[in-house]
């Protein structure tokens, strides 16, 4: 089966500027996730959905991120505006449920620098 | 709130040794662990997934365990290759679905 494609692989962009990253999961995977990972750390999670409805945004900073899955299948992440901060990779990934028999499979991220 | 933890943060060992990363989470209540490969610039690769009721997982050389009561998970490579080079990220999935990550054992084989 095809993996989980992101897009653009890697963004520069000046602070304050605006950036979007897009992800389209495996296809028939109902739940869908954003992750940050910064440089030396673990990813967090930024936001969840289960279909087109969000599941989890507790850790999304809304001020200045905003994602959409519209129809239940591809996503996009929108940061605006960037801070130096916001330096890091955005993985996407995607479940084929919720549960506990289900894992994980992660796209190969966008690299974001913020300059 | 769920913490993961991984040591060592980095290993470097010789070529042909066996080697056991270690995980600690502090909620027991967890429904799955899964240990991740990531690759510099690369996404994560999933190694393998043990269940909740479950107390290990192999594939080929690595296997890992899980001691949900006492929050702990090891990953065992045995013969270790130069091409296992990578970081290695334990996360646990705990309840509303969410994975908690640790930040990462960065294993370096040396030939």
């Known amino acids: 089966e095809a993996g989980v494609a992101q897009s653009p692989r890697y963004k520069i962009i000046e602070k304050r500027q605006s950036v979007a990253f897009w992800c389209n999961p495996i296809?028939?995977?109902?739940?869908l996730y954003w992750y940050q990972q910064i440089l030396g750390q673990g990813p967090k999670l930024l936001i969840q959905?289960?279909?087109?409805?969000?599941?989890?945004d507790s850790q999304l900073p809304k001020d200045r991120f905003s994602a959409e899955r519209l129809k239940g299948v591809d996503s996009t992440l929108k940061i605006q505006p960037a801070k130096l901060e916001d330096s890091a990779v955005y993985l996407c990934?995607?479940?084929?449920?919720?549960?506990?028999?289900?894992?994980?499979?992660f796209g190969s991220g966008t690299r974001l620098t913020v300059v | 709130k769920q913490e993961v933890t991984q040591i060592p943060a980095a290993l470097s060992v010789p070529e042909g040794e066996n080697l056991v990363l270690n995980c600690s989470f502090t909620?027991?209540?967890?429904?799955?662990l899964q240990w991740f490969r990531q690759d510099p610039g690369k996404g994560l690769t999933s190694l393998l997934l043990?269940?909740?009721?479950?107390r290990e997982q192999t594939s080929g050389r690595l296997n890992a365990s899980l001691d949900k009561s006492s929050g702990r998970s090891t990953l065992y490579i045995a013969a270790s290759q130069p091409g296992d080079s990578a970081t290695y990220l334990c996360a646990v999935k705990s309840s509303g679905s969410r994975l908690t990550f640790g930040e990462g054992t960065q294993l370096t084989v040396n030939p």
């Open positions: 990934a995607s479940s084929s449920g919720a549960g506990s028999n289900y894992g994980y499979t």
């Open positions: 909620d027991s209540a967890i429904y799955n």
């Open positions: 043990i269940q909740s009721s479950q």
């Open positions: 959905f289960q279909n087109n409805g969000v599941v989890d």
């Open positions: 296809s028939g995977h109902a739940t």
